[in-house]
């Protein structure tokens, strides 16, 4: 008599399944959670915040003699305002009502809840606010190496080399599949190409392009998200001139970053040193390389902590002499912070005095529910009602700087090892 078969008795046996869901991607923000914590967070509306510095000395010094004892004129001091206004960010989301109610009633077999998937929309919501929060407000999340003119499917890579300014670093990371994205013809400020990605890439990504071109060089951003994200360290931290909180930094030079070019350099420890000491000098104060936040890459931070490697010294006969010690696990300079976060510029390091640095609200991260419901029914075809449903989450607000001589930066630093660590798909 034959045996009894598994495959005859599948029917009567639940297939095995891992009780914990994990992902590929990561969704952690460190930069953008370090730099809440340590600012205050101010108030915002659509009529702006105003940010007065004064931007001029009263002058008339003089030096005179008795035969010529008039003194110049006099000149009082200018003032002149700066002004913070909401950028407004929003991540939607649509359930099937069968699915929402399956989630919540057949719970017997669920592995996690409805709540529990809710939660990982706001973690990615949170991650794309973290791209945001290192970049410069234009919304670029990667900037293509490619020509591409032919449409329906195509390769795309994104650049990881310096290309003379921040952002340049992360590939096609930052490209989510499925997503809708635009490339931008920066002479023009307008929309060049619209494409999908349909298979991610750290480096280079498969897409489908459904019009227009994408050239190398352009900015490749969310589509209708161009110029529209929120300032983030890229600009607020910067020595190149631009439209700083509707101030001309070309004409008003102090609120440009002192910095240092490494020129493709190794990043060390000196160079660090000498960030700081722009500061000081900058400042015409001691303690102004003290109390300072450094956001760097995981990679360019074990760049910097490799170099002491070669320190280690070893006593002969004692117990662990024979034992080899390895890179030591962190780096410090003074009473800097280092805040180690994979969406940081990788050819880059920016110094922060947080204290002269503000996030203002408009609306705190999370629901948009004016009307007091979380889930609405969209209407449908017909605008009889459907059983479909979607509600959203965001972020209304902007970052500001109180204080650009408190800040300083590094820029076009090698990144022969740290471009290898991509942000994750």
């Known amino acids: 008599m034959p045996a009894v078969e598994f495959s005859q ?48 000395r009263p002058i008339g010094a ?9 003194f110049n004129q006099a000149v009082g001091g200018q003032t002149v305002s700066m002004w913070v206004y909401p950028t407004m ?111 991610a890439g750290s480096t280079t990504c498969t897409i489908n392009l459904t019009s227009g071109s994408i050239n190398s060089g352009d900015p490749i951003v969310v589509t209708g998200s161009w110029q529209m994200a929120m300032r983030g360290l890229d600009w607020l931290i910067s020595p190149t001139p ?12 102090d609120l440009n970053a002192p910095g240092v070019d490494l020129g493709g350099a190794l990043l060390t420890p000196a160079a660090i040193s000498n960030a700081k000491a722009l500061l000081q000098t900058r400042n015409n104060v001691a303690g102004a390389q003290n109390n300072l936040t450094a956001f760097i890459t995981w990679g360019q931070e074990q760049t910097v902590r490799k170099q002491g490697y070669n320190f280690s010294f070893y006593i002969r006969n004692q117990a662990d002499s024979e034992t080899m010690k390895g890179v ?56 009889s009602g459907s059983d479909n449903y979607q509600k959203a989450i965001g972020w209304k607000g902007n970052y500001a700087i109180l204080s650009p001589r408190a800040t300083s930066y590094i820029w076009n630093a090698q990144a022969a090892f740290a471009s290898t660590i991509s942000a994750g798909l």
Request: glycine share 10%; hydrophobic share 30%.
């Open 9 to 56: 008795i599948t029917d009567m046996k639940r297939q095995a399944v891992e009780k914990k869901v994990r992902q590929f991607y990561e969704d952690n923000n460190p930069g953008m959670k370090a730099f809440g914590k340590a600012t205050e967070k101010g108030e915002l509306t659509e009529k702006g915040y105003r940010l007065p510095d004064y931007a001029q």
């Open 62 to 70: 003089t030096w005179f003699t008795p035969s010529q004892s008039d």
């Open 89 to 199: 960010f929003a991540y939607p989301m649509v359930w099937t009502g069968s699915a929402m109610e399956s989630m919540e009633n057949d719970t017997g077999d669920n592995i996690e809840g409805l709540d529990d998937i809710m939660a990982k929309y706001g973690s990615a919501a949170n991650k794309m606010l973290e791209y945001a929060f290192f970049k410069n407000g234009s919304g670029t999340l990667a900037y293509s190496a490619s020509n591409i003119s032919a449409l329906g499917s195509n390769s795309l890579t994104g650049t990881t080399t310096w290309g003379g300014a921040p952002g340049y670093s992360k590939g096609t990371s930052y490209l989510w599949p499925s997503g809708q994205f635009q490339s931008i013809n920066v002479s023009t400020n307008q929309v060049r190409g619209n494409f999908t990605v349909t298979q």
């Open 242 to 253: 631009r439209t700083l909180q509707g101030l001309d930094t070309a004409v008003y030079t």
């Open 328 to 383: 030591q696990g962190d780096y410090t300079d003074g009473d800097t912070r280092f805040i180690c976060a994979a969406d940081q510029d990788d050819f880059t390091v920016h110094f922060a005095a947080t204290s002269e640095m503000k996030v203002y609200e408009m609306k705190p991260f999370g629901t948009y529910n004016r009307d007091g419901q979380q889930w609405r029914m969209l209407l449908g075809a017909n605008n």
